[in-house]
Nanobody, 111 residues
Framework: DVRLVESGGGSVQPGGSLRLSCAGN????????MYWVRQGPGKEFEWVAR???????DYSQSVKGRFTISRDNAKNMVYLQMSSLRIEDTAMYYC?????RGQGTQVTVSS
């Protein structure tokens, strides 16, 4: 079964933190551009962060300074560390490689 599998979502209060994980089951994530995207309720998909094969990182303005993308090639994993979460960060978060996307993990930020 070749797929991307996200995990780590949950419900947190504003200001909280979560770490999302993306596992490449049958996918070799090494050497690939990897992306995190999200879709909030009633919203379009939004690119959040990306990481190059040589670890160059880039973020959308809405999360810059609060989120950190990283990868562990030995574990074939990509992560998204999210801090100082805001209500507007509430969304389904997806890991993306090329044309492939996982099933998503829900992040809910509410007081």
């Amino acid at each position: 079964d070749v797929r991307l599998v996200e995990s780590g979502g949950g419900s947190v209060q504003p200001g909280g933190s979560l770490r999302l994980s993306c596992a490449g089951n049958g996918f070799n994530l090494r050497g690939a551009w990897m992306y995190w995207v999200r879709q909030g309720p009633g919203k379009e998909f939004e690119w959040v962060a990306r990481i190059s094969p040589d670890d160059i990182k880039d973020y959308s303005q809405s999360v810059k300074g609060r989120f950190t993308i990283s990868r562990d090639n030995a574990k074939n994993m990509v992560y998204l560390q999210m801090s100082s979460l805001r209500i507007e960060d509430t969304a389904m978060y997806y890991c993306v490689k090329g044309q492939s996307r996982g099933q998503g993990t829900q992040v809910t930020v509410s007081s």
